[in-house]
């Protein structure tokens, strides 16, 4: 939910769910700090960081975002980690179709248990790895379609897309009325 009253100062929080090892730290790291470390291992950084990002119309938004320290390993989420998110990024790995079918079960959940009017984006990571690529952007548009999402393909390490991403989300949050 967009906790902010005022309407060209937006906050929200936003959730990264997928596979381990799709990348969601690192798109996290890409777009708070603009760097990507080929060694992080699995979990990297803190598992709450904030960027506000400035949009054309003057309007900022504030995203606070909860990445997970790796449980998604180990059990499904606590819906608690995705209670009161207004926008959920739910990654997969395009050389992975493994991940892709793990992004479907996590779009799932959040329509079970997430807030109706939440903003998902699907997003397939890694695109710098195309030529080892297994889900086809096609397959992938179509399933987003289908779900109300909007798709877009990123990569955390050459950073293609990852500030795309978050001004596609700022764009689709519901305006307060004043
Ligand atoms: P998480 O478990 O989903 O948080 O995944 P991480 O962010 O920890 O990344 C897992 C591994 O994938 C790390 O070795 C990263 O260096 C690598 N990685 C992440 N994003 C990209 C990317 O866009 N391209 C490539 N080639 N590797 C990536
Ligand atoms: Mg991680």
Not at 57 to 73: C, H, L, M, N, Y
Not at 153 to 160: G, L, M
Request: negative net charge.
């Amino acid at each position: 939910e967009n906790s902010g009253t005022d309407p060209k100062n937006l906050r929200v929080k936003l959730v990264l769910l997928g596979d381990s090892g799709v990348g969601k730290s690192c798109i996290v790291l890409r777009f708070v700090r603009g760097q990507f470390d080929p060694t992080s291992k699995v979990t990297v950084g803190a598992s709450f960081l904030s960027q506000t990002l400035a949009l054309e119309d003057s309007t900022t938004v504030k995203f606070e975002i909860w990445d997970t320290a790796g449980q998604e390993r180990y059990a499904a989420l606590a819906p608690l980690y995705y209670r009161g998110a207004g926008a959920a990024i739910v990654v997969y790995d395009i050389t992975s179709s493994e991940s892709f079918n793990k992004a479907q079960y996590w779009v799932k959940e959040l329509q079970k248990h997430g807030s109706p009017d939440m903003i998902m984006a699907l997003v397939g990571n890694k695109a710098d790895l195309h030529d080892n690529r297994s889900v086809s952007s096609q397959d992938a548009q179509e399933y987003a379609e289908r779900n109300t999402m909007f798709f877009i393909e990123t990569s955390a390490k050459t950073a293609d897309n990852i500030n795309q991403l978050f001004e596609e989300i700022a764009k689709r949050l519901p305006r307060p009325t004043p």
